[in-house]
């Protein structure tokens, strides 16, 4: 089992940027495949990126050339860089330890004017 803590978000105008950032705890964290998703009201949560414990990453169309996801093994810590933000990014945003299917409690990210 890993324990994910989610921090970074909040409140950023449009065409700014934020970084979240995953705290994991547990040994197994580096044999987790990492995922970001992300909750808008009234709609499914959806899988934003995803990044393999060697690096390799895949994202949402509509956040490719955007959002960045990076992780540190060493760290336990897992990340996502928010560029050039919309307001149809507004959600809740959750972190989540794919492998072993653990979440972490989610952090409230709104773009707006």
């Known amino acids: 089992q890993v324990q994910l803590v989610e921090s970074g978000g909040g409140l950023v105008q449009p065409g700014g940027s934020l970084r979240l950032s995953c705290a994991a705890s547990?040994?197994?964290?580096?044999?987790?495949?990492m995922a970001w998703y992300r909750q808008a009201p009234g709609l499914q949560r959806e899988l934003v990126a995803r990044?393999?414990?060697?690096?390799?990453?895949t994202y949402a169309d509509s956040v490719k050339g955007r959002f960045t996801i990076s992780r540190d093994n060493a760290k336990n810590m897992v990340y996502l860089q928010m560029n050039s933000l919309k307001p149809e990014d507004t959600a809740v945003y959750y972190c989540?330890?794919?492998?072993?299917?653990?979440w972490g409690q989610g952090t409230q990210v709104t773009v707006s004017s």
């Open positions: 547990g040994s197994i964290f580096s044999i987790n495949n």
């Open positions: 989540n330890a794919a492998t072993t299917g653990d």
């Open positions: 990044i393999t414990p060697f690096g390799r990453t």
